[in-house]
């Protein structure tokens, strides 16, 4: 059945990521890997109908802490390395009500890449080594090795790109994706 009520797609909002400790994935993407914070908002938890509850589904009382991570936006591969916008990487702190059951505080299984479900945040970077030896320096590990697209892969605007995965703070996938310079 076709949809009877108009809509369009405007574009893309932000990433959403729950997170265990605040102020260690702040650590991560501001300190660690040199992201601006937007801003930093605690939203404090109440009866069911509160904007934590009706939003979320968390339980009635859940406290949430926000911060807006601010990710530089590139055309992809090929495009320009200035940024065009800002679009949003949306880290969120649930403080459970204390009399919730343990068992729905964290379900959160380690996910592979290939897991159906696994979800990473690519990052288009300058100078990817310095970041691998920043990250690994701090006691964060690259998930994959660096892989170079060779000169002869189909896609023309993929050549001589440098690219991994890393794991932060909460175990999510990171890509870091480096293109060449045009030198």
């Not at 893309?12 to 040199?34: A, C, E, N, P, Q």
């Not at 343990?102 to 379900?107: G, H, I, P, R, V």
Request: glycine share 12%.
């Amino acid at each position: 059945m076709a949809a009877t009520i108009p809509f369009k797609i405007l574009g893309y909002g932000h990433t959403g990521m729950t997170v265990r400790s605040m102020s260690d994935s702040v650590r991560f993407w501001k300190d660690i890997l040199g992201l601006p914070i937007i801003w930093q908002r605690t939203i404090p938890g109440g009866t069911p109908g509160d904007p934590t509850h009706t939003i979320t589904g968390a339980p009635a009382g859940t406290t949430m802490h926000v911060t807006w991570i601010g990710l530089p936006q590139t055309p992809h591969a090929g495009g320009s390395s200035e940024p065009t916008h800002i679009s949003a990487l949306e880290l969120i702190q649930y403080e459970l009500p204390t009399d919730v059951a343990a068992e729905q505080k964290s379900c959160t299984p380690l996910a592979r890449s290939w897991d159906v479900g696994a979800v990473h945040v690519n990052l288009m970077v300058q100078g990817l080594d310095g970041i691998v030896e920043k990250v690994k320096a701090e006691g964060w590990g690259l998930y994959s090795g660096v892989f170079t697209v060779p000169q002869e892969a189909p896609e023309a605007q993929a050549r001589g790109q440098r690219t991994c995965y890393l794991r932060g703070p909460d175990g999510e996938l990171v890509e870091l994706t480096e293109i060449p310079s045009k030198e």
